[in-house]
């Protein structure tokens, strides 16, 4: 039979257990070109059920865009897990701040990429609500940026992705924490 009469019985496969894909497996002439795996599967099955819409911590929207090193499982994260991405303009000054002190070598002037880094992603500002978050949680955590960030996820619900070992122990927001790689 043709492939074109296969390809809505894979599709329809993917919504059963891993059981009865290796039996559909056993009907097929050449089963291993097709490249089907059971965590696949359930990685696309759960991508289509539950799409994450995520606020992005400055150094993971930095690092994504410019390709720098990122863990595998963030960048895996990012590529498959995530259907929106948020970002707050309080992590476009922070990079531009540190862009200006020379912390932040090799970089060129944001100036001429900042626009183009920001394309499909929704510009998340913080409302009051958040911004009095922010200030007033009884957190030893200084970095104001990620106070803020924080706050913005807990007044939107949206998960923060973040590298941040300190802000990992924090608590009263929603966030998924990732490895970081180091630059050297």
Known sequence: MPWSYWLPAIESFSKF????????????????????????????????????????????????????????????????????????????????YKWQRGRLPGVPDPTRWLNHSLENFIIQNPDPAASLRAGLWDWDHGDLVDRSLAAIAAETGLTLIHTDKVLRQLKGFPQKWFRNVSMA
């Open 17 to 96: 257990s891993g059981h009865r894909l290796r039996m559909f497996r056993r009907f097929l002439p050449n089963a291993s070109t097709l490249r089907l795996s059971l965590k696949s599967i359930s990685m696309s099955q759960h991508s289509l059920r539950c799409p994450m819409k995520v606020l992005l911590d400055t150094g993971v929207w930095f690092r994504r865009y410019h390709g720098l090193p990122m863990g595998r499982a963030l960048k895996i994260f990012l590529d498959h897990e995530v259907s929106e991405f948020h970002i707050c303009p309080l992590s476009v000054a922070e990079i531009c």
